[in-house]
C-alpha cells in the first residue's frame, strides 16, 4: 500500500451539510449584520491596521453573533498540496489546436491536483527555450512541449527536468525523450486514398514547415498514397512552407489558376483548411479538400470539411501519464487518427 | 529610485557574440566528440551515479578538448526572478474568446517577467471557487478572474490576494475589486440600432445567462435601441439562459417558425452567432444577424458575420496593468467596442 492510499484510508469523508441545514455564515453577511462594508470585514479578518476600534468591536460582534469562521480551505490544501505544476509550452494558444491542447492538459492534470502553467512561443525558437528556462528556474520541473526548434539537446542539461513532448518529435533528443505522436503517416495517407477513391488524379498538398515531424509524415503519407495508385507525384502541385491562412488562400489561387489546375487538396493542418476555405469564397471553383486537425466550425460550412480528426483528450491524457510515470527508457505513444467524411472531401473532380 | 532598478542600473548588458564567433559547444558536441550517447553526457553533467568511469572520463576528455560549459541561464534567472506568477481563472479555454484573452494575458504578462498559470471551471461555480483557493494555495497572488459565480465576497478573506476581474461584474465585490470590463451596454445597442437602420422591426435577442453582468448589459443596450426606435420590446422574441450551439440552433428554428417570425437576429455571444449558424445551415430564411464577439473564421462565411468586437490585447493589457499597480480603491477600466460590418448584418427584411 503505497502512502497516499494509506492516508486516504485513514481519512474519514467530510460530513455533508443536510439539505435543510443553515447556510454557513460568509464575509458578507458579518457585513450585513455589523453595518459596514466587506472591505472593513476583510481587514478586521486579515488583521490589518488602521481599523478604527469601534468599527473592530462591531464586526467582532458580529463574527460572534453568526458564529463566522474563516475559510481554511486555502491553509488546507497548502499543507496537502503536493505543488505539481505542470509547464505547457506551445506555438500559440489562440490557435485552435492548442487551445483544445491546453483545455484537454488542463482537465487531465486537475484530476492529480497539478496546476498549469502555460507560455506561447509564437514561432520563435529562441523564445520557445528562453520559456523553459524560465519555467524550470522557477521550480517547474514537469514540461508538457509541442517543439518547434530544431534542435532541444540543450533540455539534457536539465536532469531534473522531465519533459514530455508533444505532436512533434524533438530533434537532438530522440533517444531520450517521451513523445506522444499523432499517426501522421497514417492520416496523409487515409486523405489522400479518401480523395483517390472519388477519382481524383491531381491531388495537391497544401503543408507547412516540413522541418517538424508531424508535417513531414502527413506529406509522407501522401506520397505513399499516391505511389500505391500508380501516379507520379507532381512537384507542381505541392506548396510546402506556408503558416498563415493569408499566405495559404494565396497559394491556392495560385493553383487553381494552373494550366492543368489540381481538382484536390490536402492541407496538413487546420490553418492551412481555413486558409481554403478563405480562398474559396472569392471563386467559382470547387475542389475537393481534406483538412488536418478538426475545429470547432468545421461542420458549419457548406459543405462541411471533411477532416482527419483524432481524440486531443486521450493526446493530453497520455502526455499526463508518461510525466507522472517516468521510465528511464524513451517511450512513444502512437495516438490513431480517422478520417471524418462532412462533404467537401467527397465531391468528385470538376 | 527602487530596489529593482538599481539593481538593473549595477548590471552590465551581457556581452554579444560577434557573428563571425564560433558557435558555444554543445552537450550534443560533447557526445559526438565522446562517441558517448546524450544520455551519458547529460548523466555526467549533472553528476548522477552509475556512470562507469571509462565512460566518464571520454566525457570529461571531450568537454576540455571542446571547452564546453554547462548552460547557466536557469541559474541567473533563478537568481534573478521576481517570482511573479499571475493565475489567469476562466470558464473554458477551448472557447475561442478565452483562448485569445489566454493569449493576450500572457504576452502582457511576459512584458513584466510574469508566468501565467490558467484554469477552466466549466460553468461549475464551485469549480471556480476551488481553482483560485488552489492557486492560492500555491502562492499565486496576482489573480486574472473572468467571474461566473453568484457571489464572490468569501474572495475578500485573502487580504494579500490581488485580484482584477474580466468581462463580468464580480458579484458581492463591486465596492472592493477592480474590474475590466467591455461597454456592453453600446455594443447591444450598437448592434440593435445597425439592425433597425436596414428596417428591421422584429429583432430577436439570443442571450446567455443574464445573471452575467456582460449578457444583462449587452440586452440592456437592445432594448434601449428599441424603446429609442419606439418599439415595444415583444418577450417572445427574447430568447434567455442558452449556452451551448446546439441550443442556440433549436431556438432559433423555433423563432423562425413563429407565425411572425424575426426578421434580425441579435446574439450576445461568440458561441450564439455559432448556433445561428448551425442552423441557417439548414433552412431556406435568411434573417440578418449580428454577433458579439469575433471570431478568427468570421470572415469567410458568405455572407460574412457582422460583429460588435473590440480589442483583447487591450483588455488583457488593461488588468495586467491593473494587477500590477494596485490601488486602495477599486477601479473600473471600459474597453469599447465597434460594430463590423462583413454581410450578415446587411441582409434586408425578408
Do not use: C
Request: net charge negative; charged share 25%.
Amino acid at each position: 500500500m503505497t502512502a497516499r492510499e494509506s492516508r486516504l484510508e485513514g481519512e474519514r469523508p467530510p460530513p455533508v451539510a443536510a439539505p435543510g441545514a443553515p447556510k454557513k455564515p460568509t464575509m458578507a453577511d458579518v457585513a450585513r449584520h455589523a453595518g459596514v462594508s466587506l472591505k472593513t470585514v476583510s481587514r478586521v479578518v486579515n488583521q490589518e491596521p488602521h481599523v478604527r476600534a469601534p468599527l473592530q468591536a462591531r464586526v467582532q460582534a458580529a463574527i460572534s453573533a453568526l458564529g463566522y469562521r474563516r475559510n481554511e480551505a486555502a491553509a488546507r490544501l497548502a499543507r496537502g498540496a503536493t505543488m505539481l505544476t505542470l509547464g505547457l509550452v506551445m506555438e500559440n494558444i489562440s490557435n485552435e489546436f492548442y487551445a483544445r491542447l491546453a483545455a484537454a492538459v488542463e482537465a487531465a492534470s486537475a484530476q492529480h491536483e497539478a496546476l498549469v502553467v502555460f507560455g506561447s512561443y509564437e514561432e520563435s525558437p529562441d523564445k520557445e527555450r528562453m520559456l523553459i528556462e524560465s519555467m524550470y528556474a522557477r521550480g517547474v520541473d514537469s514540461l508538457i512541449v509541442v517543439p518547434s526548434a530544431a534542435d532541444h539537446s540543450w533540455l539534457a542539461e536539465h536532469a531534473s527536468l522531465t519533459t514530455v513532448f508533444v505532436d512533434r518529435v524533438p530533434l537532438g533528443l530522440e533517444s531520450m525523450a517521451d513523445a506522444v505522436l499523432l499517426d501522421d503517416v497514417r492520416g496523409g495517407r487515409a486523405a489522400t486514398e479518401h480523395l483517390l477513391a472519388r477519382g481524383h488524379r491531381r491531388i495537391a498538398l497544401i503543408s507547412d514547415d516540413d522541418g517538424l515531424s508531424s508535417v513531414h509524415d502527413r506529406a509522407s503519407g501522401y506520397r505513399t498514397a499516391l505511389r500505391s495508385a500508380g501516379l507520379a507525384l507532381d512537384e507542381s502541385l505541392v506548396v510546402r512552407g506556408v503558416f498563415d491562412p493569408g499566405q495559404v488562400a494565396y497559394e491556392v489561387g495560385r493553383l487553381l489558376d494552373l494550366p492543368d489546375p489540381p481538382t484536390a487538396l490536402f492541407a496538413t493542418n487546420n490553418r492551412a483548411a481555413i486558409g481554403i476555405l478563405h480562398a474559396l469564397r472569392a471563386r467559382p471553383e470547387r475542389p475537393a479538400y481534406v483538412g488536418f486537425d478538426d475545429f470547432a466550425l468545421a461542420d458549419v460550412f457548406n459543405p462541411g470539411v471533411t477532416v482527419v480528426r483524432y481524440d486531443v483528450t486521450s493526446l493530453a491524457g497520455s502526455a499526463v501519464d508518461l510525466l507522472l510515470n517516468p521510465s528511464p527508457e524513451p517511450r512513444r505513444v502512437k495516438v490513431p487518427v480517422e478520417l471524418v467524411a462532412r462533404g467537401s472531401g467527397e465531391l468528385p473532380p470538376g
